[in-house]
């Protein structure tokens, strides 16, 4: 079992940069791959990027690739997306996730473990 933490959401203006985390409980983080979701009011839940348990390999949706990193700190149980040139579309709660996993993972039903969310604003 897993419990997921995120943190750093808020109101940022377009163009500024954000850094959320997601803390994890349990002893076998790195044996998790993980991964980041959003969701936009009435919109799909829909992937952002993800993280093999290794840190190794990573994996962005297009609208963010270039714009957001996904890292992971596996002494400290976190993983981290770093939001940069931040644009009003890219306004949701964001959510993290975890699995049992090697692999690099993108689709929201291979992932087992949620965390809350946290909002991330951006104006324009």
């Known amino acids: 079992q897993v419990q997921l933490v995120e943190s750093g959401g808020g109101l940022v203006q377009t163009g500024g940069s954000l850094r959320l985390s997601c803390a994890a409980s349990g002893r076998t983080f790195n044996r998790y791959a993980m991964g980041w979701f959003r969701q936009a009011p009435g919109k799909e839940r829909e992937f952002v990027a993800a993280?093999?348990?290794?840190?190794?390999?990573?994996y962005y949706a297009d609208s963010v690739k270039g714009r957001f990193t996904i890292s992971r700190d596996n002494a400290k149980n976190t993983v981290y997306l770093q939001m940069n040139s931040l644009k009003p579309e890219d306004t949701a709660v964001y959510y993290c996730a975890a699995r049992l996993s090697k692999d690099i993972l993108t689709r929201r039903f291979e992932y087992d473990y949620w965390g809350q969310g946290t909002q991330v604003t951006v104006s324009s």
């Open positions: 993280i093999s348990w290794s840190g190794g390999n990573t």
